[in-house]
Structures are given as C-alpha cells and as structure tokens.
C-alpha cells in the first residue's frame, strides 16, 4: 500500500501542475498532475503535503486546505491512498522541478490536458469545494469505474 498526498496551489484563476516527464520510470509519465508525494514514516498527510510542495516547486504553502482521499485500487499493482489538497497562501520563489516542468495553468483549461481519466472526475470537486471519500479502480491506464461520498 502506498501513502501519498496531492496538492492544487492556487493563484489568480491558475492552478500550478507540473508536467511529469522528467524522472526515469515515473508512473505519471507524460501526464499533468498536482504537485506531491509519498509520505515518509511518521509524517502526517499535512506534513508531507508541505514538504513535498517545497521539494518540488520551492513554494512554501500556508495552511493547506483538505479536500478528501482518494483510494486508488490496485494502481500499477498496489493500493494508493492519496490526500488531497488546495493551497491560496504561500510564499517563496518557484524552482525548477526535477519531475517535470511546473505552469501556472488557467483553471479552464486544466481539464483540456493530458491527465488521469479520475482527474477528470474528482478535479470539479475541488472547485465546487466538496469534501469526499472516493475509490477508483483501473486496469493499467484506464479506468474502469468510480465511487464517492460526499460531507
């Protein structure tokens, strides 16, 4: 089973993703995603979300806001349970990524690009300010089918 948290920093109307197509045999490969990761062993879900926002784009978020899990039933192999998150306040100056290139993407347009078919789901959530539980079930890359609950 692999822990992981996921965030969407926000500023202006733009989200910041990142183009996953730097790392050598990165499941996200050529895909846009939020930014994030694995959690390390005693690290909670805010910790690491933090963290991993800072590893990767150099930004350090204030007060993440939590949004829901995310359980990905044997993805590649193996059960994910993915934290989500949004960020409005953060300060620092954005780096490179050694994942991939980072962009502030027009929050219209987020859906046009290349992304995973649950993101496709759950990412109007976020703007529709949802709280949610849900569980996606793929074959390789494609998605089989999908089920939430809502707070």
Same mark, same amino acid.
């Given at each position: 089973?692999? /822990?992981? $948290? ?5 500023? &202006? =109307?733009?989200?910041?993703? !990142?183009h996953r197509m730097k ?12 930014? =994030? ?11 690491? %979300? !933090? ?20 359980? #990905?039933?044997?993805?590649? =192999? ?5 934290? %989500? #998150? $949004? ?5 620092? $100056? /954005?780096? &490179? ?12 347009? !987020? ?10 789901? #759950? ?12 569980? #996606? ?11 939430? $609950?809502?707070?």
């Amino acid at each position: 089973m692999k /822990l992981a $948290t996921l965030c969407y920093v926000k500023r &202006d =109307g733009k989200t910041l993703m !990142i183009h996953r197509m730097k790392r050598a045999g990165d499941i996200h490969a050529g895909k846009w995603n939020g930014l =994030g990761g694995k959690l390390e062993p005693g690290e909670s879900p805010e910790q690491c %979300v !933090i963290r991993e926002v800072r590893e990767e784009s150099g930004l350090e978020i204030i007060q993440p806001r939590y949004h829901g899990l995310l359980v #990905f039933a044997d993805f590649k =192999g193996e059960d994910w349970y993915v934290w %989500v #998150f $949004t960020a409005e306040h953060f300060h620092g $100056t /954005l780096t &490179d990524s050694s994942e991939g290139q980072l962009a502030w993407i027009s929050d219209e347009q !987020i859906l046009s690009l290349p992304l995973w078919p649950s993101d496709q789901v #759950f990412l109007p959530w976020l703007k529709e300010d949802k709280i949610f539980s849900a569980r #996606f079930q793929y074959n390789g890359d494609e998605m089989r089918g999908w089920e939430a $609950t809502f707070y």
